[in-house]
């Protein structure tokens, strides 16, 4: 089986379905991501699809609904939760905290409000 995301004009995740791979050149990408959009769109009418990977085999991140694809990375991106002072990773392309939990012993809590760890 073969996942895509159907996206806006804006890039942004409608919602993600899942092909078979009849419908998909076998399934296995890259061949079938065109051969899935193509069916896709003659399905649907929509013609903005991206094949995403449960596995993130490609593309990074499995795209989540309310997420982005970033054409210029060809990756999805999820979508930033309520925490609006995280900051996405370069690398992973995922959302951390904008400080790093300081490297001693003992527990401590992510504070929104001051964007700060806090001992327990």
């Known amino acids: ?61 499995f795209a989540a609904i309310g997420g982005v694809y970033d054409a210029d990375r060809d990756a999805f991106i999820q979508p930033k939760l309520d925490n609006t002072s995280w900051v996405l990773d370069e690398e992973t392309l995922s959302w951390k905290r904008p400080v790093e939990r300081p490297d001693i012993t003992g527990l401590y809590h992510w504070d929104e409000s001051t964007t700060s760890w806090i001992p327990y």
């Open 1 to 61: 089986m073969a996942h895509f995301a159907k996206l806006d004009d804006n890039n942004m995740v409608l919602e993600v379905i899942v092909v078979d791979d009849a419908d998909a050149a076998g399934g296995v990408y890259p061949a079938s991501d065109p051969a899935g959009k193509s069916f896709l769109k003659r399905l649907t009418g929509h013609s903005n699809w991206k094949q995403t990977s449960y596995n993130r085999n490609f593309r990074v991140n």
